[in-house]
């Protein structure tokens, strides 16, 4: 062999050993799934143009999870069930686009977000992450990266079309 032809072995071979040699394991996907009651705010930078009583939608989430792919079912305060599918990885799970719309306190809000992030904590399940989009309500519309997502495990109980999550 010529030494260039060493050389690329060499470059090649180095950094696998440098790693022990294998790849790293991939992380199992936390498990999500369950009844959880669920919030989306507004962005800190959109608070001074809005109602304080505009600036959170809740809702009622439901998620069921095979492996690393989660179907959340949210339904929404004064909107339609809003579903999305996601991907969860160790800790993190990453929802595409999605749409909400609902009330609160009597005035519409509508959420388009373009994507999403959230992590899980390790010790409660609880779920928090962003949401980059459009946060509308009471007429004003905020642009913004950093709208959040908090979904907390709960027990859902229903009477009539009316659930809670406690």
């Not at 505009?54 to 305060?77: C, D, K, M, P």
């Not at 989009?133 to 907390?152: E, F, P, W």
Request: include cysteine.
């Amino acid at each position: 062999m010529t030494r260039m032809e060493w050389l690329v072995i060499a470059a090649v071979v180095a950094p696998t050993m440098a790693c022990g040699g294998s790849p790293a394991a991939p992380t199992a996907p936390a498990n999500i799934a369950g009844s959880y009651s669920a919030s989306i705010t507004a962005s800190s930078t959109c608070s001074a143009n809005m109602p304080s009583t505009t600036r959170v939608l809740n809702a009622a989430a439901e998620v069921s999870q095979t492996g690393a792919t989660a179907q959340l079912q949210f339904n929404i305060h004064g909107g339609s069930p809003v579903s999305v599918t996601g991907t969860v990885s160790g800790q993190t799970i990453t929802l595409p686009s999605l749409s909400f719309n609902g009330s609160a306190s009597g005035n519409a809000i509508s959420v388009v977000a373009a994507a999403s992030t959230a992590n899980v904590a390790t010790t409660n399940g609880e779920i928090a992450g962003t949401l980059n989009g459009t946060y509308q309500a009471s007429g004003t519309s905020c642009n913004a990266a950093d709208h959040q997502l908090q979904m907390r495990k709960c027990v859902v109980t229903c009477s009539g079309n009316v659930c809670t999550c406690a």
